[in-house]
Each structure stands twice: as C-alpha cells, then as structure tokens.
C-alpha cells in the first residue's frame, strides 16, 4: 500500500501527474520516429517497417485526439 501524508485521505491517493511537456516531446518525437520507418520501408522495399510506421502515426493520432477532447477521465 502506499504510504499518505498525515491528515490525506489514503482512499484518495493519485500518483504524481505527468510533466505534460515530457508527453507532448515523446509524442513528437514518436511521430518523426513513425515517419522514418515509413521511408526505410519504401527505400528497403520492407513491408513490416511500413505496416509499422503507420500503425504508429493511428496512434498518436488517437493519444492527441484522446488528449484534446479530453476523452478520458482518470
């Protein structure tokens, strides 16, 4: 279990939020990363690199339009 302050509800404990700059760089960074799989794919004529990189790009698309709309409420 872990541990509370004194005088906090022990039912209640949320780990610390994430630094949201920290989310946004490994989003953007994991879209570029989506990008060169695609290029190695068609240059080395790699079909799973491509299959890949796209199934990457739907899912950055799904985490910002998550983010946006705010579509989870944790």
Avoid: C, H
């Amino acid at each position: 279990m872990p541990r509370y302050r004194e005088g906090q509800d022990p039912e209640n404990i949320q780990a610390d939020p994430l630094i949201q700059g920290v989310s946004d760089f490994t989003v953007g960074y994991t879209l570029v990363v989506a990008f060169i799989f695609i290029a190695m794919g068609r240059y080395g004529k790699q079909r799973w690199l491509i299959f890949w990189g796209v199934m990457t790009i739907f899912a950055v698309i799904a985490y910002v339009i998550i983010r946006w709309f705010d579509l989870l409420q944790v």
